[in-house]
């Protein structure tokens, strides 16, 4: 059953579908949509990468924190601006569509 939590006053819905990798091994792998546009920012609900905490929220954007399945690299922080619907590693923007890569 998905999990949906809004932030940034309501503005950004964060989406989770809890896995079981394994026994008592869940993985909550996000998906992101702007309320306001309707825009998806981020799906990685097909993905290995596990929504651990999210960060410096803000009503302009909020940082989460990701970790790789099955944890055994350090947790990345990806940033999302509202303000240009913008995603950032390390400051560095990266594209949605190449996101999965970036990470990898």
Known sequence: MSETTLY?????AITVEPREMRMSHWLYAPRVVDQRSGRLLLDLSDSLWD?????DETASGI?????????DRP?????ISLEDGQLRIAGRQ????VLASVLD
Do not use: F
Not at 51 to 55: D, E, K, M, P, Q
């Open 63 to 71: 940082d989460l924190l990701l970790r790789k399945y099955p944890g």
């Open 51 to 55: 929504l651990i905490a999210t960060a």
């Open 94 to 97: 990266v594209d949605a569509s």
């Open 75 to 79: 947790a990345v922080t990806l940033s």
């Open 8 to 12: 940034c006053n309501e503005r950004l």
